[in-house]
């Protein structure tokens, strides 16, 4: 079928709403070929990349409103590089992992790690959570925050298990986008290629003093841990404001672009309201809408940051998602393991909740003109 040509006047001004790498605001853009220029391609053991990674630690610790004793650390690797430094140097013996998408599927694939016992793995239907609950031995609770590939949003809440269990939170999709007090958690981890508007490569973590006492006491313990997966060495070079491999100069540029502008408007709390609007105004639309229904059924387990959206089989959803690429509006599609007839859409704090107005009338538009 050919491509709907939408009237210029629905087009939102940025077309991006991908779930990652996300949109990166323009002023972040020409910072960094700005100011930023002088920095790349300089040593990152000395004193001008130092201090941008200390400036960026202290960002995300006003951002997430640290209490004392939580420090920021960050390491090389991106997210995918926490779970199985988490299963070397986090997972004492044995966590529970909750999953609910994709994500939360590969850390507990990590976590089953054969120096360590079996996770107890508690996985719910596509579209829907499932809580924590305490099992004796187990010393790491974790799930995500927010599962991208889904859609689906989980509370961020302390599970009182065995003395010393940690709390490890998956955040890459929600960090920055959705309200939470992070002393419900020990470990809250995340890659800042989401709503902290720049590029994957780096992790960072907000971890608590037992966070702290659990890495040290393992990296202690004798167990192999490799020295790119340690986690005592990201706790070392972190409070030296450093990475132990090179980091990427233009993420932590722009990161620290993005958490300037979340900070100066508000902190989390502004932020959160801002993907609340975005999100509402597409579940609104959807639960209006005689083709169209959001995939997560209890509102309650909705995300504010990542919204799918299912539509009857009257409506092709691939064809939707190509037409709207045709017109610049880009990275609408499903997650592609979950094979769903969807668009996935994100409402991160980068996108402007005006834009998703103009993107509501431009699915019905070009809905309208694929059914003739």
Sequence with gaps: ??????????????????????KVRPEQVQALAGPGAVLLGTSHRQAPIKSLVGQVRMGLSDLLRLPDGYEIILGNGGSTAFWDAASFGLIEKRAQNLVFGEFGGKFAAAAGAPWLEAPDVRKATPGSSVAAEPVEGVDVYAWPHNETSTGVAAAVTRV???????TVIDATSAAGGINFRVVESDVYYFAPQ?????????????????AIERIER???????????????????????NQTLNTPAVSTLFLLDKQLEWINENGG???????TAESSGALYDWAEASPVATPFVA????????VVTIDFDESVDAAAVAASLRSNGIVDTEPYRKLGRNQLRIATFVSIEPDDVRQLIKSIDYTIDAMRG
């Design 1 to 22: 079928m050919a491509h709907v040509t939408l009237p210029r006047e629905i087009l939102p001004t940025d077309g991006r709403f991908g779930c990652g790498p996300s």
């Design 160 to 166: 009182a298990g065995d003395d010393g269990a940690l």
């Design 194 to 210: 989401k709503n902290l508007g720049s590029d994957g490569g780096l992790w960072f973590a907000a971890v608590s003093p037992a």
């Design 218 to 240: 393992i990296a202690a313990s004798g167990r192999y841990i490799p020295e790119f997966l340690s986690l005592k060495n990201a706790v070392d070079n972190s409070r030296l």
């Design 268 to 274: 989390l709390g502004w932020a959160a309201a801002r």
């Design 298 to 305: 209890d509102p309650a387990d909705r995300s504010p940051v």
